[in-house]
Nanobody, 123 residues
Framework: QVQLVESGGGLVQAGGSLRLSCAASTSIFSLNTMGWYRQAPGKERELVAVLSKSGRLLYADSVKGRFTISRDYAKNTMDLQMNSLKPEDTAVYYC?????????????????WGQGTQVTVSS
């Protein structure tokens, strides 16, 4: 069973930055896609950013130009750099891994989830 553990959440003022990290119990080389999803109170979980091991990228329109997803193979982590944060970015952020991404269509959620980390952006 693959375990994913998030870190780096917290409270920040609007316009500030946070960096989330997801550590995996298995080599991230074995995970085709890794991504970040978030869920705000009363809302459905939504895709934030996904990165495949071949380098395919997908960002939600709401975070394009502000968030950057990356893999650090030396540290065996996946990171999310979040800049210019807005109050509407407030949510629990979840790391996800192991999904497929066919040639056409969006990436599928993987079977592996972290426990989530809270990000709160104050106005």
């Amino acid at each position: 069973q693959v375990q994913l553990v998030e870190s780096g959440g917290g409270l920040v003022q609007a316009g500030g930055s946070l960096r989330l990290s997801c550590a995996a119990s298995t080599s991230i080389f074995s995970l085709n896609t890794m991504g970040w999803y978030r869920q705000a109170p009363g809302k459905e979980r939504e895709l934030v950013a996904v990165l495949s091991k071949s380098g395919r990228l997908l960002y939600a329109d709401s975070v394009k130009g502000r968030f950057t997803i990356s893999r650090d193979y030396a540290k065996n982590t996946m990171d999310l750099q979040m800049n210019s944060l807005k109050p509407e970015d407030t949510a629990v952020y979840y790391c996800n891994g192991g999904g497929a991404w066919l040639v056409s269509g969006p990436p599928a959620m993987g079977a592996y989830w972290g426990q989530g980390t809270q990000v709160t952006v104050s106005s």
